[in-house]
């Protein structure tokens, strides 16, 4: 007998754990969560350190290939997405941040009532429980996400940030506070030197609940319709072979599978483009040519320099000193092991005209290998990463074939609008991207920094795109790929040059 549950959820990762958390405190509903991957059981998952190896483990990830851009040589960018329960807040680098208010501001301009600032602060307010500085006008105490500023002071994190206030970037004690620009060391989802994921905070909770029914290994196939009406939700047990099943929703289907995963099982269903489904041989449904298209993230080129004089995250991780620190984790839940990938944060503006900050910038002591993620190097190093705030180019996500197996073709268009106009706001932007720690830190960097390091003197339009080619990694925050707001899916969001 086929199952019937009032919601049915496709997707276990951030905003499928907390639906069914908020969900199935109506003790009358019941809720029925199809997670594609396994439970979170992992000890990498938990560890802070571990998302170094969660990175590339494709039991629980992803691990999808970007479609090479013009603006990335020729490169097929690596585009990681959590496979667990949790998703991708259980193979993050658990750093906290919410977003400019403007940008929220900004969408409720645009239609999408509900979604300004004052409407949404609230939901950030009742999800979070705050442990350090914040105003409770701004932050929340009593939430089930715990939220905690990074405890290890490091040397040569305090030069950089002191040299980003000799820049004139005020330092910040809380960026998700009444104002985002300024220095500071991260803020991230960890508590007592474990991982705080979307499903440690508020599905496991849930799951102790008698109307909550979570199935692992379930990868969604289809979208199960009634005329127009979505009844149900057709998923293959165990992977690719597996046996068939079908559940019932009475309510709703809830798509939470993210940016990939979602416009490609409503591709796989009928809704999209109509050529593209006819394209792959599957019959339209819904004709909306918005489905996948208009897909952002932020391209993230770094800066490395070699170290003197002091130690690094890249001597501590090996030998000795790391059967220290797994030591000092063991017993204590500090030290190397509970760190993030990114220890400071860094918000400011690319000019004087600018009414919010459109660069971020983040620092660590430690450095990667060339064009290689997640593998540190042997000599010592430290990194920024840089990337603008908001994205102009837009790319798409659309199914490969109807085989709902086959991993989506991934496309971002990294660089695209932004290099295809000389607007001098623009290029200075890309410019600015390439600041540096600046003089405090001169005493521990070797003379000549292995690669880029400063802002040329003399801009030149082409400079840009020659420095962020080679080796420079999207930032993983994707979003836009399912649009929603006032009429914003009837078209594929074409976009011209504008200054």
């Known amino acids: 007998m086929m199952e019937t549950f009032d919601y049915v959820i496709v997707g276990a990762g951030s905003a499928g754990c907390v639906?069914?958390?908020?969900?199935?405190?109506?003790?009358?509903?019941?809720?029925?969560?199809?997670?594609?991957?396994?439970?979170?059981?992992?000890?990498?998952?938990?560890?802070?350190?571990?998302?170094?190896?969660?990175?590339?483990?494709?039991?629980?990830?992803?691990?999808?290939?970007?479609?090479?851009g013009p603006w990335t040589g020729g490169r097929s960018i690596y585009a990681p997405r959590g496979k667990t329960l949790g998703g991708s807040s259980s193979i993050n680098g658990h750093i906290y941040n919410r977003g400019q208010r403007q940008d929220f501001?900004?969408?409720?301009?645009?239609?999408?009532?509900?979604?300004?600032?004052?409407?949404?602060?609230?939901?950030?307010?009742?999800?979070?429980?705050?442990?350090?500085?914040?105003e409770d006008a701004f932050r929340g105490r009593d939430g089930n996400l715990t939220v905690t500023t990074m405890d290890w002071r490091d040397p040569l994190c305090e030069a950089f940030m002191a040299g980003a206030m000799s820049l004139g970037i005020p330092r910040n004690p809380d960026y998700n506070g009444a104002i985002q620009e300024g220095v500071s060391y991260a803020q991230r989802t960890i508590k007592d030197g474990l991982r705080v994921s979307a499903a440690t905070a508020f599905l496991h909770p849930a799951m102790k609940r008698p109307n909550v029914h979570v199935r692992t290994h379930a990868h969604a196939t289809e979208i199960v319709f009634e005329g127009k009406r979505a009844i149900g939700v057709r998923y293959v047990k165990g992977g690719k072979g597996g046996a068939v099943t079908e559940v019932r929703a009475a309510k709703e289907v809830i798509l939470a599978g993210g940016t990939y995963n979602s416009p490609q099982l409503l591709q796989l269903s009928g809704i999209g483009s109509p050529d593209l489904l006819r394209s792959l041989g599957i019959e339209v449904r819904h004709a909306l040519p918005g489905v996948g298209e208009g897909l952002q993230d932020h391209y993230a080129p770094r800066s490395v320099a070699r170290v003197k004089n002091i130690k690094t995250i890249n001597e501590r991780r090996r030998g000795l000193s790391l059967a220290v620190e797994a030591l000092k984790w063991a017993t204590t839940r500090r030290g190397l092991l509970s760190l993030s990938p990114t220890m400071v944060y860094c918000f400011w503006h690319s000019g004087e005209t600018t009414e919010s900050s459109d660069l971020q910038l983040t620092f660590t002591p430690a450095s990667y290998k060339e064009g290689v993620q997640g593998q540190l190097e042997d000599q010592p190093g430290m990194t920024v990463a840089s990337w603008q705030q908001r994205p102009e180019s837009r790319g798409y996500v659309r199914a490969r074939s109807a085989d709902p197996f086959e991993p989506p073709i991934i496309q971002t268009n990294y660089l695209v609008e932004e290099l295809a106009c000389s607007h001098p706001r623009r290029l200075r932007l890309i410019s600015r991207m390439r600041i540096f720690p600046g003089p405090t830190c001169r005493p521990t960097m070797n003379s000549s920094p292995r690669r880029r390091s400063a802002a040329p003197r003399h801009f030149i339009p082409a400079a840009p795109a020659a420095w962020v080619r080679p080796t420079a990694p999207g930032r993983w925050s994707t979003t836009s790929s399912a649009c929603m707001g006032y009429k914003a899916c009837a078209s594929s969001m074409r976009r011209s040059c504008r200054g």
């Not at 409720?108 to 442990?131: I, S, T």
Request: glycine content about 10%; proline content about 8%.
């Open 19 to 68: 639906l069914t958390n908020r969900l199935s405190e109506d003790a009358g509903t019941s809720i029925c969560v199809l997670e594609a991957g396994p439970s979170d059981w992992h000890p990498y998952i938990h560890l802070p350190a571990g998302f170094i190896k969660t990175f590339h483990m494709k039991s629980i990830n992803w691990a999808y290939q970007q479609e090479p």
């Open 105 to 134: 501001n900004t969408w409720a301009q645009l239609g999408n009532r509900g979604w300004g600032y004052p409407d949404v602060l609230p939901y950030f307010k009742r999800l979070e429980r705050r442990v350090g500085e914040g």
